[in-house]
């Protein structure tokens, strides 16, 4: 009976002293997938690391496994980094570089997250966590222009404007791209009655390969001040991307400072009311460099008449 007593009295002692380490472990999204990959690319996915619990700091190893492609993919934070004490969420980058002479074709596999203690402890029950990712690429021939609208507007303009139209791209394909072609029909409020249809043919700037931009589609008009009813469509090609409604707000004449509006018109007439500042300053300095000619020539040709 006493050595019940006592094998009991130890093994009450063991658990109530043994330190166990319990912590969930997850990765959001579990997946790195990209159809559209061109040889020379590189393509970037964001991981969200996810820890139920962060009472102390992990090592995390990482093993890639993706038969044909593992030298291709990188960690930005590399292959062993540390899990901070009380973060629960680490992002970390997938990394992914296709080689010029890369074979086309699908490419698929994994990859492995594995946790352990940073500083085990004797008497402490160290758990291994882990995940994966799976991964699953495409290398494919020539390009593909593809890209999604998460969210559209129309700025305040007035008399004389132009409309600008935005739209936040993101571009899914494999070259850089940008909507073929915008359309604006606009109604009286209640769409009684179509005052106007304006379209913007492929003169809007292109979003780089896997990055999502804002960018501006502007039309001329003649219309009124007043609040319209702006039904537009958005265009890949022939292919119908996004359409809805918007609601247009026209100011009266001078309502709206008077940055660059007499120059942003000629541009717009001239279809160049989407290009940068840069594109401008360009223009500029050009125009500079050619009437600076002008003046030395015309002074030169003086000196020889004497």
Request: proline share 4%; net charge positive; glycine share 8%.
């Amino acid at each position: 009976m006493k050595k019940i007593l006592l094998l009991g009295f130890i093994t009450f002692w063991f658990l109530t002293n043994l330190n166990v380490v319990h912590a969930g472990f997850g990765i959001a999204p579990p997946y790195v997938n990209n159809e559209n990959l061109l040889r020379g690319s590189t393509y970037k996915a964001e991981i969200l690391l996810i820890r139920g619990d962060a009472p102390e700091a992990l090592n995390a190893e990482v093993t890639i496994n993706v038969p044909g492609a593992d030298q291709w993919i990188s960690i930005d934070k590399g292959n062993n980094f540390v899990l901070p004490k009380g973060q629960s969420q680490i992002p970390i980058t997938v990394i992914v570089k296709v080689p010029n002479d890369a074979a086309y074709g699908n490419y698929k596999g994994n990859l492995r997250i594995k946790t352990s203690a940073l500083n085990p402890d004797i008497g402490k029950v160290n758990i291994a966590l882990g995940a994966q990712i799976d991964v699953d690429l495409d290398v494919i021939k020539g390009g593909l222009s593809d890209f999604k609208i998460q969210s559209v507007g129309l700025n305040d303009t007035e008399e004389g404007r132009i409309i600008e139209m935005w739209m936040k791209l993101e571009n899914t394909g494999s070259i850089e791209t940008a909507p073929s072609k915008v359309t604006l029909d606009i109604y009286s409020q209640g769409k009684e009655k179509l005052l106007t249809s304006l379209t913007n043919y492929n003169n809007i700037d292109k979003v780089a390969l896997f990055q999502t931009k804002k960018i501006t589609a502007a039309f001329k008009h003649q219309l009124p001040a007043g609040s319209y009813l702006a039904y537009f469509k958005i265009f890949n090609k022939d292919k119908l991307v996004k359409e809805g409604e918007l609601t247009l707000s026209i100011l009266p004449e001078g309502t709206l400072p008077p940055t660059n509006s007499g120059s942003f018109r000629l541009f717009a007439s001239l279809g160049l009311a989407n290009r940068s500042i840069w594109f401008y300053c360009v223009i500029l300095v050009i125009l500079i460099i050619i009437i600076a000619a002008l003046i030395i020539l015309s002074k030169k040709l003086k000196r020889r008449r004497k």
